[in-house]
């Protein structure tokens, strides 16, 4: 059974920094292109970030270029996201997610984890 | 990089057929047959519906299908259930090797 279980969310301040982890389990992450995609409280879904199968390769939204870091260990099955210079408006459930795999645009998720709170506020 | 369109709410009976518009522009919907939808319940996290505009993953109903035209795609429901009441989200890769999301509708089954 595919799992992928998010972690390391919590209350930081503005200007603070937060580590995420995804544990994935069940499949070949080594393998899978992931992301993460994130929803505020109450709004809608928005893309952060993006990872090929071997980390070479990244992308990200342009609201969270710069400051945030995608990275992923391949032994260890696990997504992370580097939060710096976090802002109040990146409060948000944080989702990672696995590519579809008969998606060709390798942007399109068939499983997501439950999800990790994050809350800028002083 | 701005959101996808979609209408805010709509809503149809049981039985009924409804659809749900996302209009972006040439450099997303437009420009790629790269478009899904995702169904989210409160609470939960959102389930693939729909991929590269109109095909269905293993184990979603026929009643979902989705179309596009020029820069605005669709997905409509047949058959309206009860259990379709959600909210719905478009998204599209674009030529900048990203993605976008639509603002999501909310699906009233009445």
């Known amino acids: 059974e595919v799992q992928l279980v998010e972690s390391g969310g919590g209350l930081v301040q503005p200007g603070g920094s937060l580590r995420l982890s995804c544990a994935a389990s069940?499949?070949?992450?080594?393998?899978?292109?992931m992301h993460w995609v994130r929803q505020a409280p109450g709004k809608g879904l928005v893309w952060v970030s993006r990872i090929n199968s071997d980390g070479s390769s990244t992308s990200y939204a342009d609201s969270v270029k710069g400051r945030f870091t995608i990275s992923r260990d391949n032994a260890k099955s696990t997504l992370y996201l580097q939060m710096n210079s976090l802002r109040a408006e990146d409060t948000a459930v944080y989702y990672c997610?696995?590519?579809?795999?008969?998606?060709?645009?390798?942007?399109?998720?068939?499983?997501w984890g439950q999800g990790t709170l994050v809350t800028v506020s002083s | 990089q701005s959101a996808l369109t979609q209408p805010a709410s709509v809503s149809g009976s049981p039985g009924q057929s409804i659809t749900i518009s996302c209009t972006g522009t040439?450099?997303?919907?437009?420009?790629?047959?790269?478009v899904s939808w995702y169904q989210q319940h409160p609470g939960k996290a959102p389930q693939l519906m729909i991929y590269e505009v109109s095909n269905r993953p293993s184990g979603i109903s026929n009643r979902f299908s989705g179309s596009k035209s020029g820069n605005t795609a669709s997905l409509t429901i047949s058959g309206l259930q009860a259990e379709d009441e959600a909210d719905y989200y478009c998204s599209s890769y674009t030529s900048s090797s990203t993605l976008q999301f639509g603002g999501g509708t909310k699906l009233t089954v009445l």
């Open positions: 997610a696995r590519t579809y795999y008969y998606d060709r645009s390798g942007h399109c998720f068939d499983y």
């Open positions: 069940g499949f070949t992450f080594s393998s899978s292109w």
């Open positions: 040439s450099s997303d919907v437009g420009g790629y047959n790269y």
